[in-house]
């Protein structure tokens, strides 16, 4: 199973809502990966979870709130977010050390 | 700062031919991975390939192959005998050795069309 499942695939939400975004992979990943990815854009890092302590936040604001709950389940809880947020926000697990990272299918994300 | 350029916007190959792909590079390591990635419209990102920079073979993957050159920092992605499934956005992407693979700098993408 070399699967990373991102739920919901889609999520509107208002400004003033607060949602969670799930992932979760079954590999024995050591790390897993936000990013976010903007329309015609590249993928850009947002945190990196290295056995289930937060490693790389790039300077990400703080309405964006990552957890890992266990080595298996990453979350990106979302409150008080603005309309330029709105991006399809990927998820990624890579297991040891210069091994293939996998992604996810990812949420597209709209605030409204 | 390492950077990873992609020049070319948008591609197009006709089915069966060969289409190449360019990426350039800037990093003053000298241990790093170099990969390109598939990005179809079901967004999910895929890896074609994979290589690392100490290694002087060129990386293949069945109709997928790059063209390393260290020195010039450069990487392309060949493509031959090119599918209709080939058509995505194809992203070249950069990590430190001994760090993450998932820790990736991106260049800004290709968006690749074939043609039957």
């Known amino acids: 199973d070399t699967e990373v499942t991102q739920t919901p695939k889609h999520l509107v939400m208002g400004m003033t809502n607060k949602k969670s975004l799930k992932c979760e992979q079954h590999?024995?990943?050591?790390?897993m990966y936000w990013y976010k990815q903007k329309a015609k854009k590249p993928p850009e890092l947002m945190f990196v979870?290295?056995?289930?302590?937060?490693?790389i936040n790039e300077s990400v604001p703080s309405r964006f709130s990552p957890e890992c709950p266990n080595s298996s389940l990453l979350n990106l809880h979302l409150h008080a977010l603005q309309p330029e947020d709105s991006a399809l926000y990927l998820c990624?697990?890579?297991?040891?050390?210069?091994?293939?990272?996998?992604f996810g299918q990812g949420t597209r994300l709209t605030v409204v | 700062a390492q950077t990873v350029t992609q020049s070319q916007p948008e591609m197009s190959v006709q089915e069966a031919e060969t289409v190449t792909l360019s990426c350039t590079y800037d990093?003053?390591?000298?241990?790093?991975?170099l990969f390109w990635y598939k990005q179809p419209p079901s967004r999910q990102m895929i890896l074609v390939i994979r290589?690392?920079?100490?290694?002087?073979q060129n990386a293949t993957e069945n109709r997928f192959s790059v063209n390393f050159q260290k020195a010039a920092k450069s990487f392309s992605l060949k493509i031959s005998d090119s599918q209709l499934g080939d058509a995505a956005m194809y992203f070249c992407?950069?990590?430190?050795?001994?760090?993450?693979?998932?820790?990736?700098?991106f260049g800004k993408g290709t968006k690749l069309s074939v043609k039957p």
């Open positions: 590999m024995g990943h050591r790390a």
């Open positions: 992407a950069y990590t430190d050795y001994g760090g993450s693979q998932g820790n990736l700098i």
């Open positions: 990093t003053s390591e000298s241990d790093y991975y």
């Open positions: 290589q690392e920079a100490y290694k002087q």
């Open positions: 990624a697990s890579e297991g040891e050390m210069n091994t293939e990272a996998f």
């Open positions: 979870y290295s056995y289930e302590k937060l490693s």
